[in-house]
């Protein structure tokens, strides 16, 4: 089972991690912040865990294994990345750093998985890919979401352009990477950022040339 390899090799994991980290010349983020990648690691071999438990196997059985055992992601994994991201901005942190962390683990994985020769069923993969694709998702979201209130010009939408921006071409980043799926979560955050960058668009276009806003 994958939450047991997960388990027996937690701290290679986060070793491999903190190496990945420190190629890239960024501080060892693992070992200082509260809600990073060790809390995300403890909630996904808990899921997994969970997902073996008689009840859990049953519903897929009722389903008749059309779909993944993993319907919904736990509250608490999204809900911790956003901490997470929040807290790196904080600490004056780059947002690539945010969704480099989480690849770091899903390269760790896949490379001890290999070395080991550790099989992962589809079923296992996919609540893995669902829990990093939620927890990047919302790590990203939190970061962006900490930046402090615009202070240059009162109702000026640059500082929520840029914003919208960073995070669309973060979570295309991500999506590029291969890492998460195309119909989850970072998807759906970055489908949201170009949505908010094009109204944001129609605001400031309207404010430009308001006789031509009202003709309409």
């Known amino acids: 089972m994958l939450y047991d390899f997960l388990r027996a090799n937690r701290l290679e994991?986060?070793?491999r991690c903190r190496a990945k980290a420190a190629r890239r010349s960024l501080p060892d983020l693992p070992a200082v912040t509260e809600y990073g990648v060790p809390q995300f690691l403890a909630q996904l071999i808990e899921t997994l865990r969970?997902?073996?438990?008689?009840?859990?196997?049953?519903?897929?059985?009722?389903a008749g294994y059309r779909q993944p055992?993993?319907?919904?992601?736990?509250?608490?994994?999204?809900?911790?990345?956003?901490?997470h991201g929040l807290e790196m901005?904080?600490?004056?942190?780059?947002?690539?750093?945010?969704?480099?962390?989480y690849g770091d683990l899903c390269q760790a994985l896949t490379e001890l998985a290999l070395e080991m020769d550790e099989p992962i069923s589809v079923d296992e993969f996919h609540t893995f890919n669902r829990c990093l694709d939620d927890a990047i998702a919302d790590a990203v979201t939190g970061y962006e979401h900490g930046k402090p209130a615009p202070s240059r010009i009162p109702d000026s939408p640059v500082d929520d352009m840029h914003r919208l921006?960073?995070?669309?071409?973060?979570?295309?980043?991500?999506?590029?990477?291969?890492?998460?799926?195309?119909?989850?979560?970072?998807?759906?955050?970055?489908e949201r950022s170009l949505i908010g960058l094009r109204d944001l668009l129609v605001v400031v276009q309207a404010r430009s040339h308001p006789d031509s806003a009202e003709m309409k």
């Open 13 to 15: 994991l986060l070793t």
């Open 50 to 62: 969970e997902e073996q438990t008689p009840e859990a196997l049953a519903r897929h059985r009722a």
């Open 69 to 83: 055992s993993l319907s919904l992601v736990p509250p608490n994994i999204p809900g911790t990345a956003a901490k």
């Open 89 to 101: 901005r904080r600490q004056g942190l780059p947002i690539d750093q945010v969704v480099h962390n």
């Open 165 to 190: 921006v960073e995070t669309a071409i973060r979570s295309f980043e991500v999506i590029r990477s291969g890492d998460v799926a195309l119909k989850g979560a970072t998807s759906a955050l970055h």
